[in-house]
């Protein structure tokens, strides 16, 4: 979690804050007071806004590593939107009333302004931040489909798979070989334990479709392109704000991430827990022996 979000950080800033407001309160009187009491007032709406926005991003927000990372994550929100502009607005206000009743010391006004707005925001998002802090402490480096040490391997149900299957085997593994180096004869041998192995292609044909679009324009390195691998890789197995809740990313940003995610648009086919994979349950096929593969040779790498 960066290091904006930690409560720590926060309570170091409210003391800043309110230093300052003591401060300029005592150096010019009460001259002051109109404008740390509209100051006092957006902080409390922008401070509202805030919490609504930590509490919606936040999944998010605990994996993020730089302040990009963060904003995109706020400003990826509902709430979050409202207040930059709310932000925004409430910093126009605070300078043209200083303006307007200090003029020629309305710099005073400013700043006195701004830290008692941010002293009152930060004093209402601080639980928030304990929250976050709380979750992203117990969050899991897994994916939220399924933990690896739950799969298992099934048996060899197809003799032999045709002609057509294994050529499109083959492109897939010439594909990922950078980031997956499992032999080809591997590849044909975790698809003949599939149930379904032509649905399984499907699903890694969507994964090499994302994987190329978005590194055949980029000059990554191969860390890089790992990264981009357990992106498409866990998003053939979980919905987009699972797969960002999970990601262990060594080279790239949440904000690639997404940018990966929207490239994929198959819909994930999630994985079933020890027991029932190749099993044939009812309901929704579990993913297969192939997937297992593939994120155990990525959990290694990570």
Not at 47 to 63: C, F, I, N, Y
Not at 133 to 142: C, N, R
Not at 212 to 223: D, I, K, N, V, W
Not at 263 to 276: D, E, K, T
Request: aromatic share 8%; glycine share 10%.
């Amino acid at each position: 979690m960066h290091s904006s979000l930690r409560p720590g950080t926060n309570v170091a800033l409210v003391v800043v804050w309110g230093a300052v407001l003591l401060a300029g309160m005592r150096g010019l009187d009460g001259v002051l007071w109109p404008c740390v009491a509209l100051g006092a007032a957006l902080g409390a709406g922008g401070g509202l806004l805030q919490r609504r926005a930590l509490g919606e991003a936040a999944k998010e927000l605990v994996h993020a590593r730089t302040t990009m990372e963060v904003r995109s994550a706020l400003a990826g929100s509902r709430w979050g939107r409202w207040y930059f502009r709310g932000f925004w607005v409430g910093i126009a206000a605070i300078l043209g009333g200083s303006v307007l009743l200090l003029r020629e010391r309305f710099w005073a006004g400013a700043v006195v302004g701004y830290a008692s707005l941010a002293l009152v925001r930060d004093v209402l998002t601080l639980p928030c931040l304990w929250a976050l802090q709380a979750e992203g402490g117990g969050s899991s480096s897994q994916v939220g489909v399924a933990k690896l040490s739950s799969l298992q391997m099934g048996p060899i149900r197809h003799a032999r798979l045709s002609e057509e299957q294994i050529h499109r085997i083959r492109r897939l593994q010439q594909t990922f070989c950078e980031v997956d180096p499992t032999p080809f004869e591997k590849w044909v041998e975790d698809f003949r334990r599939d149930m379904h192995p032509d649905r399984e292609i499907r699903i890694y044909e969507e994964m090499a479709q994302a994987f190329t679009a978005y590194c055949s324009t980029r000059g990554l390195t191969l860390e890089a392109k790992r990264d981009v691998f357990q992106v498409v890789l866990m998003r053939s197995g979980a919905p987009d704000a699972e797969v960002l809740a999970g990601l262990k990313l060594t080279t790239l940003t949440l904000e690639d991430a997404r940018e990966i995610l929207s490239l994929y648009r198959a819909p994930a086919i999630r994985v079933a827990p020890i027991g029932a994979v190749g099993g044939g349950r009812a309901g929704s096929p579990p993913r297969p022996r192939s997937f297992v593969q593939a994120m155990t040779a990525s959990a290694r790498r990570s």
